[in-house]
């Protein structure tokens, strides 16, 4: 076996179309992350790139970027198969410049805690993830990543009065996709 030999491409995967559906997707993203995933871990990545590449401005861009943002760490440093690295960061590079550049009024966006440290907030993103595919639309809680840790410091997190519909506008914010892609670069050694 040649192990030069770039692999069969995976099939973009069909975006999810329930909750549960999305929320078993993210599990296993996470599942990933954490080292215990049991089926191919590369396939799984390929499917997310190949997702996101189909998609790149789409309505599911979002959550394919942040699905690679989940498996920064094993695609930086889990070993990954020859053939992984590569289209994973050409991915998130056309998603960066596909939306970097936009003009905006927030005053921050959701990527900008992971770049202080990524490893912390890598935990609470499933919790958003699972939140922002929901095909329902209405939660919100578990979308102020912030919350938790600055709770009993009201003077550090201006932005824990947002309501739902603002925190997710900033989620969806051109500027917030490329961020993450940035962060995810960044992760991986781009
Ligand atoms: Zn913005």
């Not at 995933?37 to 189909?54: M, P, Q, T, Y």
């Not at 053939?83 to 959701?110: F, Q, S, T, W, Y």
């Not at 809680?141 to 739902?164: K, M, P, R, V, Y």
């Amino acid at each position: 076996m040649d192990s030069n030999a770039s692999r069969t491409p995976a099939a973009p995967l069909p975006p999810p179309t329930t909750a549960d559906a999305w929320s078993a997707l993210v599990a296993d993203w996470d599942s990933l992350r954490h080292g215990y995933h049991l089926g191919d871990k590369d396939e799984a990545v390929l499917r997310c790139v190949h997702s996101l590449g189909a998609d790149v401005t789409g309505p599911h861009s979002l959550a394919w970027t942040l699905g690679l943002v989940v498996l920064s760490p094993y695609v930086g440093w889990g070993s990954p198969g020859p053939g992984i690295e590569a289209p994973v960061k050409d991915v998130l590079a056309a998603v960066a410049l596909a939306h970097e550049g936009h003009a905006c009024a927030h005053e921050r966006h959701p990527y900008e805690p992971f770049e202080e440290d990524m490893d912390l907030y890598l935990d609470r993103l499933p919790g958003a993830l699972e939140v922002l595919t929901d095909p329902e639309p209405g939660r919100s809680g578990g979308l102020d990543l912030q919350d938790d840790e600055d709770e009993h410091d009201s003077s550090a997190n201006e932005d824990s009065a947002l309501t739902g519909p603002e925190l997710l506008e900033r989620w969806h914010c051109p500027r917030n996709l490329a961020g993450f892609a940035g962060v995810a670069l960044d992760y991986i050694g781009g």
